[in-house]
């Protein structure tokens, strides 16, 4: 029998394991054409996925869950700049191209 712990690691696993396969639904459904083709709607949900899969293992396999109050809110700034970040480099390059 699973302990809480261990039922909790493994749902995490699943979500994990769910997002990689929606990752690669994405990326295949943006490659219509034969040949790889940068889309907008493909590397925003790829960054946001990734964001997504960071905060959960942050959160569930390096113990952050149960850390000071500070620290997980701090681990969730570091998401959201990252986000911020990423997003908004993307899109700037993008306007400047």
Do not use: Q
Request: net charge positive; glycine share 6%; charged share 15%.
């Amino acid at each position: 029998m699973l302990s809480a712990s261990n039922k909790r690691l493994f749902a995490a696993w699943i979500v994990l394991s769910a997002i990689t396969a929606a990752y690669l639904w994405i990326d295949h459904s943006a490659d219509d054409h034969g040949t790889p083709v940068a889309s907008t709607s493909a590397t925003v949900g790829a960054i946001v996925l990734a964001l997504v899969k960071v905060r959960i293992i942050m959160r569930e396999f390096m113990e952050v869950r149960h850390a000071p109050r500070l620290l997980c809110r701090l681990t969730d700034l570091w998401v959201v700049l990252m986000a911020a970040g990423m997003l908004g480099m993307y899109f700037a390059g993008k306007a400047v191209a």
